[in-house]
């Protein structure tokens, strides 16, 4: 069993709008900071024991370590379109971090005097920086409100990393000649070149209203990314082969509802404009991209 629990602060999401005067009554600009991805992990596992057949002691230990965060800083202009309509369009800038660790330990000790131990690190850390734009346009009516986004793909700036590789095996025999084998495959690659790419997304939401009460869905969909290299390390002897960071997304569909009432008879919309008491509430699904997930 695994358990975790962390602590972190809020607001995820920061913005605000420049004054009015700036570009006149129908247009306005507005900046915004997000965290658009964020994960963090760690699996340590340990085991130790008795070896039956040998008759030894036997120990392994297993790390797992990422920690990823994508933050998003756009600038966005949007237009008035008559009474009922909104364009606006966002230009972001992108900023992606990763740490990925995968290490095995394995130790086992005979009576004889005999061993073996194997060690196999994999480790991988890269940033990188990307721009992309967003366009949205909005209807609003008395009731009901509509609105449709495009998200363009991203468009690589720089990215460098460093990718670590390190394997070893002492008192096994690989060959099946009947003596142990001594193998040491090692190399470091720092200041590498990293890239990350994203793709086309789509999304449309609403809202309904009706006195105190306001309903609200949306969804969006990303297309898939065929497979490319994040960060490729050295050429690691005797083979000559790289080890490289890939990454593959599949085409995903992610979607929420929420619902939020107005206290004390306030009406949804007299209640945003003038202020009050609102509870809300929502769900909201997270499917991976990923393939393996």
């Known amino acids: ?9 809020f607001p995820g999401f920061v913005a605000f709008a420049f004054p009015e005067s700036w570009l006149g009554e129908r247009t306005r600009l ?4 997000l965290t658009r991805q964020e994960s963090n992990q760690r699996i340590n596992p340990r085991f130790a024991g008795d070896e039956p057949a040998s008759g030894g002691r036997f120990g392994l230990e297993t790390l797992y370590d990422q ?4 933050t998003w800083g756009g600038l966005t202009l949007s237009r008035r379109i008559g009474q009922r309509w909104g364009l606006g369009a966002t230009f972001y ?13 394995l130790q086992l000790a005979a009576p004889t005097g005999q061993g073996l ?8 850390d890269y940033g990188h920086w990307r721009v992309l734009g967003k366009v949205g346009l909005a209807w609003e009516g008395d009731a009901l409100r509509l609105g449709a986004t495009v998200t363009t793909p991203g468009a690589s700036l720089f990215g460098s990393g460093n990718v670590g590789v390190t394997r070893s095996a002492t008192g096994v025999d690989l ?17 590498a070149d990293s890239t990350y790419k994203s793709s086309w997304a789509f999304a449309g939401g609403g809202a ?17 990314v065929s497979q490319f290299t994040v960060l490729e390390g050295p050429r690691v002897p005797p083979t000559g082969s790289t080890i490289e960071l890939t990454q593959t997304l599949e085409g995903v569909l992610n979607a929420g509802v929420g619902a939020e009432y107005w206290l004390d008879g306030v009406s949804a919309d007299r209640g945003a404009e003038s202020g009050g008491t609102v509870l809300y509430g929502s ?10 997930f």
């Open 1 to 9: 069993n695994v358990s975790d629990t962390e602590w972190g602060t």
């Open 93 to 105: 800038g992108v900023y992606r971090s990763q740490r990925n660790r995968w290490e095995q330990n």
């Open 117 to 124: 131990a194997a060690l196999v690190i994999n480790d991988f």
């Open 283 to 292: 769900f909201a699904t997270d499917f991976s991209a990923s393939p393996e």
């Open 175 to 191: 060959d099946g000649d009947g003596r142990p084998d001594s193998l040491l495959l090692n190399g470091l690659e720092e200041g």
């Open 30 to 33: 507005a900046f915004s900071l």
């Open 208 to 224: 309904w209203r009706r006195g105190s009460l306001q309903l609200h869905l949306s969804a969006e969909y990303f297309a898939p």
């Open 67 to 70: 920690r990823m965060q994508e």
